[in-house]
């Protein structure tokens, strides 16, 4: 007997999980928000599975799930006025290795605030081509964009996010770019 949709979609958790968890954190910097999110993400996985073409890979599709209830998240608050702009280091599961840009929680801090403060297309694909360390071709295939539009989009984000730093020459910022 073959492999059941359940099991399939609990292996893509165990896969998974803290990549769709880091991506959604970056988003939305709100750690109860996000780990609600993150579980959206694997039930639309589930009850989306029958349509799921193998088209990209797996980690492309759940992203590109998250993606759209990050948007929806997002325009919720901003309907509501709510603007959450800080996120704890400590939230942040990760082999991803922050100390490789920045050098200390403050820092940290504050480009995180400064990411949050972006536009969300621009939140977007800092943090999937600078965090999430997606190609730019993952990107553009999770935002369904094509990949010149997510490099001017990416060139443009971190322009902004220049503009926001108050330390001269923008020092941590040039590390992301």
Known sequence: MGTTKKQIVMEWYDLYYQDVYRFILFMIGEQQCCEDLVHDTF??????????DHQSNVKTWLFSIAKHLVLDEIRKRQRRRLFLTSALVRDIPSSFDLEKYVE?????????????????????????????????KEAADILNWSEVKVRKTLSRALRSLRKMDIRPGGEQIERLS
């Open 43 to 52: 039930v639309r996985a589930y009850s989306a599975y029958d349509r799921f």
């Open 104 to 136: 200390n929680r403050d820092l940290v801090i504050n480009l995180l605030n400064r990411i949050q403060r972006l536009k969300p297309h621009y939140r977007l694909v800092v943090t999937l081509l600078k965090i999430e360390e997606c190609t730019t």
